[in-house]
């Protein structure tokens, strides 16, 4: 992944390295760009894409981008509440989870949780995003009644919480239908599910990872439930373990099929698989982690198959750290995620980035690759646009060099374009 000649990629406009792809890359491209669906077969095509072909795709998705939603990118200012790191589920690609009798298990009081939220909301934050563990003896009941103690103190605080693994989870404790369920969470103050737990949604892939988890069938019936209530979600992906590229076009088609039946999503969000502290990676069972050259295809195939169906691609900067983030921004993404405040769950895995970005760090990161900061609320209202620069903004001390895709001379534009 070099600059070519010096040059940086993004001065390649993207008509003349569509003209360079190869015709079976270029096709489903041109496709794209003129807002038509793409199907498997094409969708696989662009999965497996290389050299000038994989500079197409990144180039035509952030055109495609551009077109969706303009040339802002926005964050939310948020706080993570990571309320217990004890379960029972033992999914092998996750180093977060404890036993009740570990030294470092933990599980906070609901008066913890929401004094976390108070000095969130009073530090700026207009969303707590809530998940945690699934201990053995968890009260059914017990996502619904912190929401409650949440939103008694914070009635305008949005409750972003609890993935379709812990509703599930809390249906099997309370014996409650599912949507009677959902209904009680939104009633006690939930604002939006984060559509994580989805991992891949193909079962047999699912099996390696975890045999305990939801299925497929299951993840989906949460989804559309809650979006039928009016429960927005997000939508995502975890890459890099041991799926192959027919699973990502599998996955982004179903959430396009959903979102086009339920229009519930609010984004997509890839999720680089964190290796390290893992036992599917320690023991074998999966690759190092996604590859720069992966996170490039992903973010952007995601944006040529959701074209529109799903307006917002997301990057988490707590997988990819700040420079690959700022590369898959040019490569069809278009929102930066939250500062969450405190991030716990990646950090447990082995990643190198969690804890808390502020604002002015976004901004400033944001600026350097020509595009507009926005503050956004949780389902994607601005709330805030920063035309130029404010005191608050600096870069953060941990900038890496930026991966860029490498091209072949034919492409780069010529001296003085």
Same mark, same amino acid.
């Given at each position: 992944?070099?600059k070519?000649?010096?040059l ?5 406009p993207?008509?003349?390295a569509?003209s360079?792809?190869s ?8 496709k ?5 669906d793409l199907?498997m077969?094409e ?20 055109e ?5 939603v ?9 706080r ?18 404890r036993?009740?009798?570990?030294? =470092?298990?933990?599980?906070? /009081? @609901?008066? #913890?949780?929401?004094a976390?939220?108070? $000095?969130a909301? *009073?530090?700026?934050?207009t ?10 003896d968890l ?9 409650r ?12 919480a609890?993935s379709?693994?812990?509703i599930?989870?809390?249906v099997?404790?309370?014996r409650?239908?599912l ?14 599910i ?10 047999q892939v ?16 949460v989804?559309r439930?809650?979006? =039928?209530?009016?429960i927005? /979600? @997000?939508? #995502? ?5 041991? $799926?192959?590229? *027919? ?17 519930g ?16 990676f ?13 996170d490039?295809?992903?973010?952007a195939?995601?944006r ?17 750290g700040f420079?690959e983030?700022l ?14 405040m405190?991030e716990?769950?990646?950090k ?13 760090e ?5 600026r350097t690759i ?6 956004r ?9 920063f035309e130029y620069?404010d005191?608050?903004?600096?870069l ?10 490498q091209?072949s001379?034919?492409?780069?534009p010529p001296?003085?374009y």
């Amino acid at each position: 992944m070099l600059k070519p000649a010096g040059l940086e990629w993004r001065e390649i406009p993207w008509e003349r390295a569509l003209s360079a792809a190869s015709p079976d890359v270029a096709g489903p491209l041109e496709k794209a760009l003129a807002g038509t669906d793409l199907s498997m077969e094409e969708g696989l095509t662009l999965a497996k894409v290389e050299g000038n072909d994989l500079l197409a795709l990144v180039k035509v998705a952030d055109e495609i981008r551009r077109r969706v939603v303009g040339d802002r990118i926005t964050y939310v200012v948020n706080r993570n509440l990571n309320f217990t790191n004890v379960c029972i589920v033992g999914c092998a690609f996750c180093g977060f989870s404890r036993g009740p009798d570990s030294p =470092d298990a933990y599980f906070h /009081s @609901t008066d #913890t949780l929401v004094a976390k939220s108070v $000095e969130a909301a *009073e530090l700026g934050a207009t969303e707590v995003c809530i998940q945690g563990g699934l201990p053995k003896d968890l009260d059914g009941y017990y996502y619904v009644e912190l929401l409650r103690a949440i939103k008694a103190r914070l009635p305008d605080l949005h409750v972003h919480a609890y993935s379709p693994m812990e509703i599930t989870y809390g249906v099997e404790k309370t014996r409650l239908p599912l949507r009677e369920y959902m209904q009680m969470l939104k009633d006690a103050g939930l604002g939006s599910i984060p559509g994580t737990a989805a991992e891949i949604l193909d079962d047999q892939v699912r099996k390696s990872l975890s045999p305990n988890k939801l299925k497929v069938r299951q993840w989906i019936e949460v989804v559309r439930t809650a979006h =039928d209530l009016g429960i927005p /979600s @997000t939508s #995502t992906m975890m890459y890099g373990h041991t $799926e192959l590229p *027919e699973h990502w076009v599998k996955h982004l088609l179903l959430l396009r099929e959903i979102q086009k039946e339920t229009h519930g999503f609010t984004e997509f969000v890839p999720l680089g698989f964190i290796h390290s502290q893992t036992k599917l990676f320690q023991k074998g069972g999966a690759r190092a982690g996604r590859s720069v050259h992966e996170d490039l295809i992903v973010h952007a195939l995601a944006r040529v198959l959701l074209n529109g169906h799903i307006p917002n691609i997301q990057v988490s900067w707590v997988k990819l750290g700040f420079e690959e983030s700022l590369a898959c921004l040019e490569a069809g993404a278009n929102d930066f995620g939250g500062t969450l405040m405190e991030e716990s769950i990646s950090k447990a895995a082995g990643a190198n980035f969690g804890e808390y970005v502020s604002p002015g760090e976004f901004r400033a990161m944001i600026r350097t690759i020509g595009r507009i900061p926005a503050e956004r609320a949780t389902t994607y209202k601005i709330r805030r646009v920063f035309e130029y620069p404010d005191a608050e903004e600096r870069l953060p001390l941990d900038r890496l060099p930026i991966f860029v895709p490498q091209a072949s001379p034919a492409i780069m534009p010529p001296t003085g374009y």
